[in-house]
Structures are given as C-alpha cells and as structure tokens.
C-alpha cells in the first residue's frame, strides 16, 4: 500500500494537506516563511550511545545533512521498562522540552522507550501539529513504518554455511524459549534444513537466551554430558553467544574453523575483535538511514510513501566460517584501545567527583558557568535552568512530570563551537538562545532533562560528533550535575527557608536519605526509617529481619561495558528488592553494590526468607531474560532474624546477614564453574 499525497510540490498559498492509515491521519504540513535556516527532524529515544542506536544516529545524520535536514534528540538513560522510580519520572521530562513548531518530521524508536503515556502524548502532539511520524522497527498505528529483515537475514546465513561451505550436521543456539526473535530464528534455521534434506536428528537446537552463561551451559549439555561428536557447523542466534561457542571450543583444543564452523548474528564490535573474527549478519545502517530520510523528504514534497519498508540486514562473510583466513592479531592494538577506555573511565570518574565537590561548595550560583565551562570540556553546551529553581519560597517545587519546565528559562551558560555567549533569559518554547548558529554544523544537537529524583532543574543541550565516547560523556556530565546541582539546591532552600522547619525538614529528607542512583534510602535514612519503626513496635509480638544483598559481578560490568552498565545493574537489584519487600521492609543501599534490608515482621516463620530470595531472584531472572543486555545481572543474598527485644544490636545483626551473603556469593562461584 502506498500513501498518496494528493498534490506534488507545497506552495506559500498551499492550504494544509493530510492522508488517512489505519484510521490515524498522517500529515505534511503547510509551507511557511522559514524561521530557521535548516529543516528539522526530531528523534524520541533512549541510551542513545548503544552500538544499534548509535548506529542509526549515524546513518540518519549523514542523510538528513545531505539534503539540508538537522536532527534535534530527545534522549533518556532509562528505557522506563521496570517500574518507574523518581529518577525515571526526572528522566521523561525531556520529552516535554519537544518544539512541535519547529519540526518537520519526527522519528520514534518505540522499542527503547517501554511506557505507552509517553509514546501517546508524542504522537498525539505530532497529529495535532500536523507532524509526519516515523517509526523504527516496532510499528505503531498511523505511522510510516522501518525495520530489519531479522527473518530472512538470518536464514541466508543458514543457507551460506549449507551451500558454501557444505556443512550438514548443524546445531543452533537460539536465544529465550517464547521469544519472538529467537522463534523468527529458530524457524530460519529450520527452513534450511527441510530444503536441504538435513537430518533434524543430526540437527540440534538449545537455548542459550542469547548470554554467555546458558549458552556455555548449553554447550556443556551437548559435548561434555552427552559426548555429541562436534558438528559440521553451530548457528547462533547472536554474536555473544557465537563467541561463547567458539571460546567453549577452542578450550577444549578444537579448531574454528577447521574443525566447526561458527555464526553469530547483530555484528556487535566484539564480532571484529574476537579470533577468528565471526561471520556474522550486520543491519544495513546506510540503506535504512538513507530510505527513512528520503521518506521525509517525499512527505515534504507531497509525493507518495510506502507505510511499511523492510531493510535487510548484510552477512559478513569473515573468518569463523572459512570464507576468509584467520590472520595474525596485533594484541598490542586491542589491549591499548581496552586500556585506553578504562584510563578514560577513570578519568571521568575523577572529573564527576570534582564537579560534584566544586558545585557543592559554591558560595552563589554565578560560579556555576566557569565550573561547566572547565571541567567537561564541550565546544557546544546550552545550560538552562527553571527561572524559579532559585526563587524563594517555592524554590521550584512542583516542576515535576506534566508541569516540568517554567514558562521562561535561564540560561546560564551557551556557547556555541568555542565561543561563549553572555547568559539570558529565553522562553522555554525557544529552548536554544541562537538555533541558527547550532543549525550551521552537520552534528545532531542532544536533550537532556537535568534533574535531582523527580525534580527538574532545566535542561541542556549538546552537539558533539556521533560517538560512542561524545554521548557517554555527556551521560557522565549529567549524572554529576544533576546530583551536585540537586545538593546545591537543597543547601540555598535550607538557607531560605530556615523559618519554614516542616519545609525544610521535607526536602532533607527527599535530597539527604535517598540514594540518587537507586531511589532507596540511603544510609543514614536507612537507620533513621528503621530504628523509628523498632520504636513503634517495642513491646509487639514481633521478628526483626535483615537481609543483605550485593551486586554480583559490579567490576567486571563496569571494565567491560561502562559504568553506565555498572549503574543500570546496580538499579536492577535496587529495583529487584523493592518489589520482593511485600511486607513494609526498609530497603537501602548502603554504597557500591551493598544492599540492606531490614523489617519488623509480625507473622515470621521458616519460609518467609525462601520466600522473599525467591521474589527476588524471579525478577533478576524474568529482566535478564528480556534486557537484551550482554551481561546478566545477578546477586548474592544473606538473611539474619531475631525476636524483638528491647535491646537490638542491629550492626551485629547486619554482621551476620553479611557473613551469610558472602557465604551464598562462595556457593554460587563454586556453582558456576
């Protein structure tokens, strides 16, 4: 089906004009004196600086600048996929900052944002401003449509390692059982092996839910319990499980190729690095850049467009399969770019640490722009804050999810490719002082909501160059402002407000009991909640518990993925236990990846810790199976309870719940080896 816009091209005297899809009105809209010097295509997404986004990024920009389009991100650190916490409702503020007015097309990735409210109210304001959507991979009513062929993609790898390289015993490690994408997989795999005659008995199929840890297990069921004699070829349904298999492999002295083929699927970077490099299905970023654009240029010239485009992905024919030899590997080069990324960790990490001392001590907020200027070093920053952050009595308060942004904004530091500008007030619908000198550059201009918990401060925006270490940078430099700038705020209310006590008493409780990160208690509020919770309960029939709990694996997320991954694990297991403490339990994070919870539990009996370890490592394991991410996050857990007396030594106990945690960490290394 084609959408047809009934005229060619738009004119100054050209009334509005719309097509109808599936009952949803997609329109293009009126040509208007020009108030910008470049169109702009705004895109709705979160995590930007993963490989598959920031991939598109790539490919959309190079296309949109070559046809004089700029591209305005609206970006979050979550995906809002877990229960919200107020980091979350900080977060999606962002997406308020949108200028429908300003925009000539939008682009949604709906599967990184997993919040419908969001998604609706983005789409709701396009229709109503007559803004063109366009949709990547998840399909939603209305809009045009772009996604990979995963499918067939998948199938002519198959098909390569039949008819290429003749192979006809093939096992398959497929991701999650019931997951869509590994059941396009599964029935790729197995097409092949029906149009080849191929022995399904010969062929095997195992669930490695796309991670290291159940396709090593996998592997282990097949060729250590069962003795399988190694076949011709293993097709993985991704790439980490293909380096899985070949590292399981070649442990126990086999050769890949020469003695098994292996595939892997998506073409993440370790593909290139892992020896032998893996073949491997990579998306055609260009061609999917390339026709999104084009269809925002055909919107624009009111011409017709197809509503749903399919992208094939290329196989890249490498060494794990034999189409290419296995070379030597310059070692040298692969640990210094591993060593470069963890010198640049730290350093960032040493730069977090003294924004957060300077902001903190500042004597006023004038101070604020020298800081951002000198410590993350940004040739294009727009700073802005809400014009009432600062203003007594309110200081601000209320500037949360659908009243988020003031009318008016200050903005107290800009500056555009190195030169900076004095600061200003500007409306809020402005949001950057001098677009147009930001429209000059070919480089995406990137959103952030700046906010503490659910507190929006302001926002800022950034154009960098499209990479990996630009858009963590900025994650880093939000991350830091945003908490330093949240204690900064919370130091001038105390000092305003020192005659309202009950004012202020609420906002040390929200800005100094609470752990940023996690949302949970911190320590201190953690002894405060719970010790005023034993008071209550003195002289009760009751059972005090504690657990403890800690993050499994923190160094070595943080090494191989970034700290970005680091805190998103510790968010989990955060989010993990809030959801298992059915009973009141006060749930905290002391630090790092160290977790307390304690409660009062009138009906205690033996199975309430069973019960509550069960509760908890069910939504560890329901996320990992669905996260998509390359690590699984995992955590040990103690439990220690005693009768309510009147003396409680709770450090003793938390002890005790410790020494038990650590005692489960053992049993569980033992059990993964």
Known sequence: ?????????????????MLHFNNFTIYRKKALPMQKEARIIGICLSRVQEEYRLQCIKAFNQHASAKGYRLFIFNTKSDFFLPPTPTDFGEM???????????????????????????????????????????????????????????????????????????????????????????????????????????????????????????????????????????????????????????????????????????????????????????TCTQDYDTMGRLVIEAVEKLWLGQPVE??????????????????????????????????????????????????????????????????????????????????????PEFGEGKQKKQAFSENVNVLCQRYFWNPEEP????????????????????????????????????????????????EKINSFMNAMGSALGIFHSQMHTKSINMQLKSVNSELEKLYVHDHMTGLLNRRGFYRQFRQQLTESKGKDMSVIIISADLD????????????????AISTVGKALMTSAIQGEVCSRFGGDEF???????????????????????????YNQISRKHYLVESSIGFCFQKLEDEIDLDQMIKIADDRMYEDKVQRRKARR
């Open 307 to 392: 509503p749903s485009t399919v992208v094939d992905f290329y196989v890249r024919f490498s060494q794990s399969c034999g189409c290419e030899a296995v070379g030597s590997v310059n070692v040298n080069t692969i640990l210094q770019n591993v060593l470069d990324q963890l010198k640049l960790s730290n350093e960032r990490q040493e730069l977090t640490c003294q924004v957060q001392s300077a902001v903190t001590s500042m004597a006023s907020l004038s101070e604020l722009p020298e800081i951002i200027l000198d410590k993350f070093i940004f040739h294009t920053i727009v700073f802005a804050l809400n014009d009432d952050l600062f203003c007594a």
């Open 596 to 622: 307390t919870v304690a409660g009062v539990i009138a009906d205690m009996d033996d199975n309430y810790f069973e019960s509550f370890r069960e509760r908890f490592r069910e939504y560890l394991r329901q």
């Open 553 to 568: 694996g923190l160094k070595h997320i943080n090494d191989t993925y970034g700290h970005t991954e680091g805190d998103n």
């Open 1 to 17: 089906m084609i959408l047809c816009i009934p005229c060619a091209f738009p004119t100054d005297s050209e009334s509005d004009f």
């Open 424 to 471: 200003c007030v500007t409306s809020r619908n402005t949001l950057i002082p001098d677009l147009n000198r930001l429209l000059e550059r070919e480089d995406p201009v990137i959103f952030s909501a700046l906010h503490f918990l659910d507190l929006t401060m302001g926002y800022c925006a950034f154009q960098t160059d499209i990479s990996y270490d630009s858009y």
């Open 93 to 279: 503020t962002v997406y308020q900052l949108i200028p429908y007015d300003l925009l000539d097309a939008m682009i949604l990735f709906p599967d990184t944002i997993y919040r419908d409210s969001i998604l609706n109210d983005i789409l709701e304001n396009c229709r109503s401003r007559q803004i063109p959507v366009l949709t990547i991979d998840k399909a939603l009513e209305g809009c045009i449509n772009f996604r990979f062929d995963y499918a067939n993609s998948f199938e002519k790898l198959c098909r390569h390692v039949v008819e290429v390289h003749h192979a006809r015993t093939l096992f398959m490690l497929a991701g999650f059982a019931e997951n869509n994408f590994s059941n396009e997989r599964i029935a790729a795999f197995q097409k092949v092996l029906q149009e080849y005659g191929l022995s399904q008995e010969n062929c095997r199929i195992a669930y490695g839910d796309f991670w290291e840890k159940p396709a090593i297990e996998a592997m282990e069921k097949w060729f250590v319990e069962d003795k399988l004699p190694i076949p011709d070829a293993i097709i993985c349904a991704n790439d980490t499980m293909a380096i899985t298999a070949s590292q399981f492999l070649q442990n126990l002295g086999y050769r890949i190729p020469e003695d098994c083929i292996i595939t892997g699927f998506d073409g993440i970077s370790q593909a290139s690095y892992h020896v032998p490099h893996l073949t």
